[in-house]
């Protein structure tokens, strides 16, 4: 009977517990998932992020310029084919009379100009710079006064003396050109030296600020060839030393091309 009880007895209540949490990660375990996530972005995906980004601009400028240019237009100046050239070549040194044999009148040889000392390959424009040309009168010379004067039949020379004084006008030369004559009235009459200083510097600064101008006009000139799609700086010209010659007079003549 004691065990038919015991036998017949119904199971006891057993309470549902929660399912046991996953043992949580040990310090190692978290680290390998830190490293594997980092592996998920490698320096490989990137650049290959990058390269998929650069082919995209390729196709679509390609498409964007009807077939002219895969980067947009633009060509950077060393990825031009005669700036690349040249990178490999020693720069040419020259003198004035070997640079007026490349004037344009042999058709066999380049045409050059000169601005600043720095030679620049032009021959990419012939009708601009040949024979005949509009600017024809450039080629084979340094005429940088020309390009800052205007004057281009009197200024084809790179003797830029006295061309600051094309900057000194209107008012400014009217003040500049009393304060000479007072200066040459105080000197011959032998007083004031004070003040015969202090006109002097004054026209002094007024000439310096007058060359930054010229100085910014034949920079301007000088990118312009040396940033050009298709002339190439090729070298120097050596001209002779003007110390001890008279410096010019601003030019009166044509100004117009
Ligand atoms: C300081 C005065 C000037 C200088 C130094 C100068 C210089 C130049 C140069 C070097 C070029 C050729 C650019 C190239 O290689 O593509 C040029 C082009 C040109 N310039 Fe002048 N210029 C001056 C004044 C003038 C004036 C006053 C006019 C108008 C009356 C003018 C009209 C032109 C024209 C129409 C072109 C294009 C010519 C062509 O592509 O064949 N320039 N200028």
Redesign the pocket.
Known sequence: MAEDTIRNRRPPLTTTLPAPAPPSLSVDESDETDANISKGISVIDILRVLTGVLLLSVIFSWFVTDGESITWGYKPKYLRWNNLKNLFKPPLLLTDEQLLQYSGANPSLPIYIAINGSVFD?SA?P??YGPGG??GF?SGRDASR??VS?CFKEDLTWDLRGLEEMYITGDVREQDDKELSEISRLESSGENDSRVRYLKKRRDRRRKEAWGQVEKAISHWEKFFNNHEQYFYVGKVLHPDLSGTPVRELCKGDK??
Request: hydrophobic fraction near 40%; aromatic fraction near 24%.
């Open positions: 032009v424009s009708q601009t509009a600017y450039f020309a390009f205007g117009k091309p």
